[in-house]
């Protein structure tokens, strides 16, 4: 199957502070990227999407950033709290293609109290 | 408005048998994803449907299949089963928008 690395990275944030999760995606060729939210036990939750002709996206306390160049993703959560705590993915595809998603490995943020 | 549902929650087989699992997209969406999600693993895509048609498969053996209904509900089966296919297997539907929206997932378990 297509996937990214086997070993989960872990992010510890101390409630309050901000949070950057950085995804690396491999098809210089896609053109949208979108971030997923796992928690424990359900399926992913759609947080934020950008396309390929945007650099930055704002949602709310959510903000993802997009470097053409080094193909890298980054999400940005302000203000971490406790509900936060999840398993966060890329993923990348191609809007005129077959519209397969190709996802990124997943970071675990854990938020201290 | 009702998301993706999956069943059943849980499906507990063993090796050689079959397993089918099924998804209802939301209302309106005519693309069914599946994904598989063995433990502590990333997504790995496993098939696309849309129209009723299957559009595009990953690189999964044949023994991994499904099909789409009129309705656009779906369903995977899993024959022969090995030990390896033990996972939580997602479906996401959307719409020609891409935007992907996730089932809770199948947890199945081979012994």
């Known amino acids: 199957g297509e996937s990214v690395g086997l070993h989960l990275p872990t992010l510890s944030v101390q409630e309050g502070d901000n949070s950057i999760i950085n995804c690396a995606y491999s098809n210089s060729a896609s053109d949208y990227f979108i971030w997923y939210k796992q928690e424990s036990g359900k399926g992913p939750q759609f947080i934020i999407d950008i396309r390929s002709n945007m650099d930055k996206r704002q949602g709310q306390r959510v903000t993802v950033l997009l470097n053409k160049t080094v193909k890298h993703l980054s999400l940005q959560i302000a203000a971490t709290q406790p509900g936060d705590s999840a398993v966060y993915f890329c993923a990348e595809t191609l809007r005129s293609g077959t519209y397969k998603y190709i996802f990124g490995t997943g970071t675990r943020l854990k938020v201290l109290a | 408005e009702a998301g993706v549902t999956q069943s059943p929650t849980h499906l507990i087989k063993t090796r050689g048998q079959q397993a089918t699992l099924r998804c209802s997209p939301i209302?309106?969406?005519?693309?069914v994803y599946w994904y598989q999600q063995a433990l502590g693993l990333g997504l790995q895509f496993l098939l696309w449907?849309?129209?009723?048609?299957?559009?595009n498969r990953g690189n999964f053996p044949p023994r991994f299949s499904g099909r789409q209904f009129p309705n656009y509900s779906s369903e995977l089966n899993v024959n022969a089963l090995e030990l390896e296919d033990s996972a939580l297997y997602l479906c996401a539907s959307s719409t020609k928008r891409v935007e992907q929206f996730f089932g809770p997932g199948t947890r199945l378990t081979v012994l």
């Open positions: 449907y849309d129209e009723g048609e299957e559009r």
């Open positions: 209302s309106g969406h005519t693309s």
